[in-house]
């Protein structure tokens, strides 16, 4: 049982490069999520689709697209990776994004730009 | 935007007991939740109040007043293991998580 993956683990990357985070979980869930977490900051929602085929901005979107082809992957594109963006990288999901379901997240990735 | 406060840290001694406050001003609520997060790892779920009251989980339990806005985890028998960030997350209107940025509690021998 997988759960939620995602990859890299971690990555070194340029300022101005293009990089895809992915996201593959295998539950079956309808919702997905991609959190940041910054020191002192807490987890802040870039975006979400609460089902396949649908997208929504979270909080902090700017710099970030996504796409959801299909249920189980949801992945996290950076056009051009600014230093801001070093970050923690969580994606997540739930069996229904509009109702009261618990989130699940997988294990991280950890991005530096420099 | 929503406003979930909690505080920075907190250090107990193995055996006793710590409550992690949580005081949250929303657009709507659809529940409130506590993630336990370990050093380099992801959160994990601990519980779930959307109803006003104590709910108990083993040596875990978590309590909410909706109308006063808000929520304390109570962590029991506190074990070393415990040592770690917890973050209360409150569901809005929009059925969107937002989470405080985190409780650190150092459980010391």
């Known amino acids: ?9 971690s990555q070194i990357l340029a300022a101005g490069r293009r990089m895809t985070l992915r996201c593959t979980q295998d539950m079956r869930h309808n919702a997905m999520y991609w959190y940041r977490q910054d020191l ?8 979400y689709s609460n089902t396949a085929g649908t997208t929504g901005k979270g909080e902090v979107p700017d710099g970030y697209s996504v796409s959801r082809a299909n249920t ?5 594109t ?7 963006q070093t970050s923690v990288y969580f994606c997540a999901s739930s069996a229904a994004g509009g109702r009261q379901e618990t989130q699940y997240f997988g294990p991280g990735t950890r991005l530096l730009v420099l | 935007g ?3 406060d909690q505080p920075t840290e907190m250090t107990a001694t193995e055996g006793a007991i710590v409550q992690i406050n949580c005081t949250y001003q929303t657009s709507g609520f659809n529940g409130l939740f506590w993630y336990q997060q370990h050093a380099g790892e992801a959160p994990t779920f601990l ?6 009251g104590l709910e108990e989980k083993g040596r875990f339990s978590s309590f909410l007043s ?3 806005g808000y929520s304390y985890l109570l962590l029991k028998e506190l074990q070393m293991k415990d040592s770690a960030s917890y973050l209360c997350a409150v569901r809005d ?6 989470f405080g940025a985190g409780t650190t509690v150092t459980v010391r021998a």
């Open chain 1, 1 to 9: 049982i997988a759960g939620i993956t995602q990859a890299p683990t």
């Open chain 2, 93 to 98: 209107g929009d059925y969107k998580l937002s």
């Open chain 2, 2 to 4: 929503q406003n979930i």
């Open chain 2, 66 to 68: 909706r109308s006063k």
């Open chain 1, 78 to 84: 950076l056009a051009s990776a600014v230093p801001s």
């Open chain 2, 47 to 52: 519980s779930y109040n959307v109803l006003d």
């Open chain 1, 40 to 47: 002192g900051l807490g987890l802040r929602l870039i975006h």
């Open chain 1, 72 to 76: 189980d992957d949801f992945p996290l």
